[in-house]
């Protein structure tokens, strides 16, 4: 690959811009050569592997033994990517993506619009905000940011340590805990149990991929070695100033455990922001209760020229991610004519062929960890929108006194999803609060629209679009 360094870097114009170098986004660039498309790739990661394999460029030996051999798949992923003439500008915040085909992207607090005759999204997945009361205190972060801290330097929170909630995450946040020998106090599994009822009719299909024999393993690893509790509804978390006990309930039983960290997780959905504020239609997935993106089986998006891979556009996990970038990449190629026929029909095949398996377990995943239905919505007394520190009761409250028939009426009373992260954090707590509200469908309820800058930038960062200089020319 090709390093850059700058903003100014940059080509004024390029055949494919990739955004996210995560599992989709390197697998798609790889391809994406092979078929010589011109290719650059913007991650705002100070380097590749996105989310699920942040820090591969630069871990240890010990750290991969702790992360697991699915982690470690990353590395051979990151040395086919470096070994390609893409460019790459790390630290990258994209903060623009138009329906021209125009993006806006900031580095080290200079900015620079270019133009693409093809943009592939590939900005992965954002865990789903559990937004129980004190999920604001020190001390209450979620399970990927504690997987992110492992990753990226090695380091472990303790000594007392709880998670809480449901999904593949916390169960393999556990295991890596345990293979680092950090203690945890215990599980608080928030399953409902009439979930696994739900979740047999895609059993079959979910032995015969290769999630169940990992999945068997990790949970009868964590569950020999940490306590859990079953079937926890309410969960808070307590204490002045910080965190130092987390009260939660099981059944009709009340308990109480002392805590310095309490990890919450209810799963991933798919990371949108850029694609809605490019206009891209969106649909909802009531089988992972999330919006996603509407696609073509050539993974164009609605707006032309748009596409989108991996986990942005549905949450299959890493395997299916990289599979996926590497077809998207092949259907933009197609588009732009440099590959047809034969050979292409030949790859396509082939990548199908190896992403069917990891297609077929998803089903009995999505039911199995459905999140419980009350930890969707925030209780009363949680912070709704943390931004502008909104309280859920005053969202609930205003929302009925006022008939609010969705999240961005809402804004004009409240300002929700007005601060810096436009919504990401409360825009689906607030849409459940109106569904329930209007006795409606959350699906009909609609999202909160988002603008440019998606991303937090400063003015000097917009003035310095005017004075930017032009390629090649000599600085002063």
């Not at 965190?243 to 209810?266: C, I, K, M, P, S």
């Not at 991610?321 to 259907?331: F, N, P, S, V």
Request: glycine share 10%; with cysteine; charged share 20%.
């Amino acid at each position: 690959m090709i390093r850059l360094q700058s903003v100014h870097d940059l080509d004024d114009r390029h055949d494919l811009v990739v955004i996210g170098a995560g599992p989709a986004g390197m697998a798609a660039v790889m391809e994406a050569a092979r078929s010589g498309v011109r290719t650059l790739v913007l991650d705002e990661n100070p380097s590749y592997g996105g989310q699920i394999y942040r820090g591969i460029a630069s871990t240890t030996k010990k750290r991969l033994g702790i992360l697991g051999k699915d982690y470690a798949h990353g590395a051979g992923l990151a040395q086919e990517f470096t070994a390609s003439d893409a460019g790459y500008l790390a630290k990258a915040t994209v903060w623009q993506l138009s329906p021209e085909r125009e993006i806006g992207v900031s580095c080290d607090g200079r900015s620079r619009l270019i133009m693409a005759d093809r943009i592939l999204v590939a900005t992965g997945a954002m865990e789903r905000p559990f937004p129980v009361e004190g999920w604001t205190l020190p001390g209450v972060m979620t399970a990927g940011a504690a997987q992110i801290l492992l990753k990226a330097s090695g380091a472990v929170l303790g000594p007392k340590v709880v998670l809480a909630g449901t999904g593949p995450l916390l169960w393999l946040i556990a295991s890596q805990y345990i293979k680092a020998n950090v203690p945890l106090a215990a599980i608080l599994d928030t399953t409902p149990r009439a979930n696994f009822l739900a979740a047999i009719p895609s059993l079959p299909s979910f032995i015969a991929s290769p999630y169940f024999a990992k999945g068997v393993g990790l949970l009868a690893k964590v569950r020999g070695s940490v306590r859990v509790h079953t079937n926890v509804g309410r969960v808070v978390a307590e204490g002045d100033r910080r965190l130092e006990r987390v009260r939660f309930f099981a059944g009709d039983r009340e308990n109480v455990l002392e805590a310095d960290h309490l990890l919450l997780h209810q799963g991933v959905i798919p990371e949108v922001s850029l694609l809605r504020s490019a206009g891209c239609e969106m649909t909802w997935d009531d089988g992972q209760i999330c919006w996603r993106p509407k696609a073509n089986a050539a993974g164009e998006t609605s707006v032309p020229g748009v596409y989108v891979a991996g986990d942005c556009h549905a949450v299959y996990g890493a395997e299916a991610a990289e599979l996926a970038g590497r077809r998207i990449a092949l259907e933009v190629a197609r588009s732009l004519d440099r590959i047809q026929g034969t050979p292409f029909a030949g790859r396509c095949a082939e990548i199908e062929r190896r992403r069917a398996p990891y297609m077929r377990g998803r089903a009995f995943l999505d039911r199995m960890f459905r999140p419980r239905p009350s930890h969707l919505v925030p209780a009363d007394n949680a912070i709704a929108c943390r931004c502008e520190e909104v309280l859920a009761k005053t969202v609930r409250d205003t929302a009925a006194r006022l008939k609010v028939q969705g999240p961005n009426q809402l804004k004009a009373f409240l300002r929700c999803g007005m601060g810096p992260c436009q919504g990401r954090q409360c825009g689906p707590g607030i849409a459940a609060i109106i569904a329930g509200i209007r006795g409606v469908p959350v699906g009909d309820i609609g999202a909160l629209r988002l603008r440019p800058p998606v991303k937090p930038i400063n003015l000097g960062q917009i003035a310095d679009l005017c004075a930017a200089p032009v390629k090649g020319a000599e600085k002063s």
